[in-house]
């Protein structure tokens, strides 16, 4: 059973500063999309990872793929209070018609 | 109308209630999902449905009733609903059906509570 793990789970940090969250998962995947909610809000693609080693990136947000190390991270670079939100990894295989996805990692970013 | 959009926003019905939320992809996609959001909880796929033909139905109970009349619209039929079904109900679409490696786009979704 695929299963996926996201931390933090809840992070408050100030502008400016640097992070990563985690995106861990248990079985072979051939695909990791993440995406961001904000309150109220429904979710918004932000990358779509193929293939091991893939980095993406757009504005202060990079994401990167290590299908061997089961492992994908979003770096937020001199975060800005924009980017305040949810953020969800979700991991498919192609066997499954399914998504799995993390629980969401909740980024408040302070002025 | 762009992208992917949910009627109604909100909905507050009763145990003995039978309502239907309702979903309209304007993106020209082929598969079109159903997904329960719950505080606390990871995102559920409920049901997923490509060119109009249901092919994944993830244990969910008998009283959420699906139905995709077209590959543009997905309706979600609800009756004798329990409080622990109150949860943000999320419909998205993707170009082609799973497997596949396309990004889903999702609705604004349901707020839905069961009193």
């Known amino acids: 059973e695929l299963k996926v793990e996201q931390n933090p789970l809840f992070l408050s940090m100030q502008e400016g500063k640097n992070y990563t969250i985690y995106c861990n998962y248990s079985?072979?995947?051939?695909?990791l999309y993440w995406y961001r909610q904000d309150p109220g809000k429904s979710l918004e693609s932000l990358f779509v990872?193929?293939?091991n080693g893939a980095v993406k990136q757009e504005g202060r947000l990079m994401a990167s793929l290590d299908t061997k190390a089961r492992l994908s991270t979003l770096h937020i670079t001199a975060a800005v209070h924009d980017l305040s939100a949810t953020y969800f990894c979700?991991?498919?295989?192609?066997?499954?018609?399914?998504?799995?996805w993390g629980a969401g990692t909740k980024l408040i970013i302070k002025p | 109308e762009t992208g992917v959009t949910q009627t109604p926003r909100h909905l507050v019905m009763g145990m003995t209630n039978k309502k239907s939320l309702k979903c309209e992809q304007h993106?020209?996609?082929?598969?079109m999902y159903w997904y329960k959001q719950s505080a606390k909880k990871p995102l559920e796929l409920m049901f997923v449905?490509?060119?109009?033909?249901?092919?994944e139905n993830n244990s969910v109970p008998s009283r959420f009733s699906p139905e995709c009349p077209n590959s543009s619209h997905l309706f979600l039929h609800l009756h004798t609903l329990q409080p622990e079904d109150s949860a943000l109900y999320l419909c998205?679409?993707?170009?082609?059906?799973?497997?596949?490696?396309?990004?889903?786009?999702f609705g604004p979704g349901t707020r839905l509570t069961v009193l």
């Open positions: 998205a679409s993707s170009q082609d059906p799973p497997p596949n490696r396309d990004t889903q786009y």
């Open positions: 993106l020209g996609h082929n598969a």
């Open positions: 449905y490509s060119l109009e033909e249901r092919v």
């Open positions: 079985t072979t995947s051939d695909r």
């Open positions: 990872l193929l293939s």
């Open positions: 979700a991991v498919g295989m192609d066997s499954n018609y399914q998504l799995i």
